[in-house]
């Protein structure tokens, strides 16, 4: 059987036990108010992201809003 | 409010020059430009975080979101599902439920997938957005994004980018004939006489970017739009003469006084 693993922005990315979604946050550097998060099919604004605890396989993207046309 | 507004997803807008963000190097270019252009609606991107280099200055915090109509994209999506994902990160991350939705599977002309973008319409208008579709000219095609319940088509003029002008306006005639939402010309308009075309053969509005951001001067070229979009619209309004195959003199053909001609000797 593998380690578990979370997939982050299409990168594999260790699931320690005890992680969270704002501890992977954290973790990452990112601040979660300038962005935009969805586990699975759950989609959070990054100012109400919950501190849900996250499951091997879970797909995590982190989003932001850049210039476009 | 004028006469002649624009009403696009329950909002009336008074401009019918939409503008992107992308292309800008500098936050202060783009918010000069998008003031010279007078445009109300003004679309993002949405792109992963990079997370081995954090740290970004805010796009939203560059603009004053309580006067603009925010119209994140799904831009680099190539399939529905793609689409719909970041649809709603969209969503999530703007608190905005306006969409300007791209299905675009063609990475060399970036052509729109018609089968895509209307599954993903479907799924998106069902889901409570405002859905303005990215599209190719067919008429066919706009009427069931209709039925699907978007707010707005959005044909494109020529590729993305190529600033190559209305390249089709036989197929965007047969769009507008009997549209019932607004079309807005989106894409390959390069100079204002493009964005007056558009407008006069009876578009709604334009959306450009890069027309602006890769002018030599963008502020003057947002401006430049800005009058071409309101001289199409007034000529729109006024009604075209109808074309003639042949001349028809515009002085009298009677009483033509006979002059002595200077080239003949006396």
Known sequence: ?69 | MPADPLTLGGRTFTSRLMTGTGKYTDFGVMREVIAASGAQIVTVAIRRVELNAPGHSGLLDALNWDALQLLPNTAGCRTADEALRVARLARAATGVSWIKLEVIPDARYLLPDPVGTLRAAEALAADGFTVLPYVQADAVLARALEAAGCAAVMPLASPIGSGRGLRAPELLRTVLDGARVPVVVDAGLGVPSDAAQALELGADAVLVNTALAEARDPVGMARAFALGVQAGRAAFLAGRMAPRAHASPSSPVSGVVALPDPEVPV
């Open chain 1, 1 to 69: 059987m593998s380690a578990p693993t979370l997939s982050v922005n299409g990168e594999l990315h260790p699931l320690r036990p005890g992680l969270t979604l704002l501890t992977l946050l954290r973790d990452l550097g990112v601040d979660p108010a300038r962005v935009a998060v969805a586990v699975n099919n759950d989609f959070y604004p990054g100012a109400r992201v919950p501190d849900r605890s996250l499951e091997d396989h879970d797909v995590i993207e982190i989003v932001r809003i850049i210039g476009g046309g």
